[in-house]
C-alpha cells in the first residue's frame, strides 16, 4: 500500500466512525503503521470529519517526526506509537469515545463476557486500562498491559481502543466492544446479568 492509499484508507475509515457515532465533534482518531516503511498515517487533531480528506491525514515516525502533512496529527499518537511499538502484530487502531462503551470506561469496570461474539472477535472481555493523563506516552502504556490476548480495551475516564491487523478488523472490534457494552448496560437494567463460564469461553474457543 502506498502512502497515498494509506491517507486514503484512514480517511475512509474515519468518516464511517464518524458516521456510525464511534466518534463525535472532532473527537476520536485512527490509524495505521507500514512497518517496512516505519511510517504511521494518523487523522489530524481538531478537523472536523464532515469535511476531512487524505490529504489531511499525517505521515509521521514512531517517535513523533512529521515526515508529510500540513496539520499536527492526533493529540494521541503517542498512544498509537506505545501500541506499534510494543504489539508487532498490530498495524491499525481505532480511539473512539463511543457512548455505551465509555461508559463503562467511566465506571471503570470492564465488559464481561456475555456474549459468544465477544471471545470470537475480541479474545473475551474487554478490560480496563489504568488511567493515564490523555495525550501522553502512559495511555499507550497502560493500555499495552491491557491488550494482552485482547482485540481492544477500555481506557480508564476516556474512551475505547480497539486494534487490528488492518482497519477493517480494528473497526469491526471496536463495533462488537460498542455493542457488547450496548446491550450488557440494557441487561443490567433488567436485573443481574449472567456471564459466560470459563467452560463455555473455552469451548467457544476450540471451535
Same mark, same amino acid.
Given at each position: 500500500m ?5 491517507r486514503e484508507? &484512514? ?6 466512525c464518524? #458516521?456510525? %457515532?464511534l ?6 482518531n485512527?490509524?495505521? =503503521?507500514?512497518?517496512?516503511? !516505519? #511510517?504511521?498515517? +494518523?487523522?489530524?487533531t ?5 469535511t +476531512?480528506?487524505? !490529504?489531511?491525514?499525517?505521515?509521521? %515516525? *514512531? ?6 502533512g500540513?496539520?499536527r ?6 498512544m498509537? #506509537?506505545?501500541?506499534y511499538?510494543a ?5 491499525? *487502531? ?5 457512548? =455505551?462503551?465509555?461508559?463503562?470506561? &467511566?465506571?471503570?469496570?470492564?465488559i464481561p &463476557?456475555?456474549l459468544?461474539e465477544?471471545?470470537?472477535? *475480541?479474545?473475551g472481555?474487554?478490560?480496563l486500562?489504568?488511567y #493515564? ?20 480495551? *477500555?481506557?480508564a ?9 488492518s ?5 469491526l ?6 455493542d ?5 448496560s +440494557?441487561?443490567?437494567g433488567?436485573?443481574?446479568i ?13 471451535i
Amino acid at each position: 500500500m502506498t502512502i497515498q492509499e494509506m491517507r486514503e484508507t &484512514v480517511c475512509g475509515w474515519s468518516r464511517q466512525c464518524y #458516521a456510525e %457515532r464511534l466518534f463525535a465533534g472532532t473527537s476520536g482518531n485512527l490509524s495505521i =503503521y507500514d512497518r517496512e516503511r !516505519e #511510517a504511521m498515517v +494518523i487523522t489530524p487533531t481538531s478537523v472536523a470529519y464532515e469535511t +476531512i480528506a487524505p !490529504e489531511d491525514m499525517v505521515v509521521l %515516525r *514512531l517517535d513523533g517526526e512529521v515526515l508529510e502533512g500540513h496539520y499536527r496529527p492526533s493529540s494521541e499518537w503517542r498512544m498509537h #506509537a506505545a501500541v506499534y511499538g510494543a504489539k508487532p502484530e498490530v498495524s491499525a *487502531l481505532i480511539h473512539t469515545h463511543s457512548p =455505551y462503551a465509555t461508559a463503562f470506561a &467511566v465506571n471503570n469496570r470492564n465488559i464481561p &463476557v456475555i456474549l459468544i461474539e465477544m471471545v470470537a472477535f *475480541l479474545g473475551g472481555d474487554v478490560p480496563l486500562a489504568g488511567y #493515564a493523563t490523555p495525550g501522553t506516552q502512559a495511555v499507550g502504556a497502560e493500555a499495552v498491559k491491557a491488550l494482552e490476548d485482547r482485540g481492544g480495551c *477500555l481506557l480508564a475516564n476516556h474512551g475505547v481502543l480497539a486494534v487490528g491487523a488492518s482497519l477493517e478488523q480494528a473497526h469491526l472490534r471496536a463495533v462488537y466492544i460498542e455493542d457488547a457494552a450496548k446491550i450488557c448496560s +440494557i441487561a443490567m437494567g433488567n436485573g443481574p446479568i449472567v456471564t459466560m463460564s470459563a467452560e463455555q469461553i473455552a469451548a467457544m474457543k476450540n471451535i
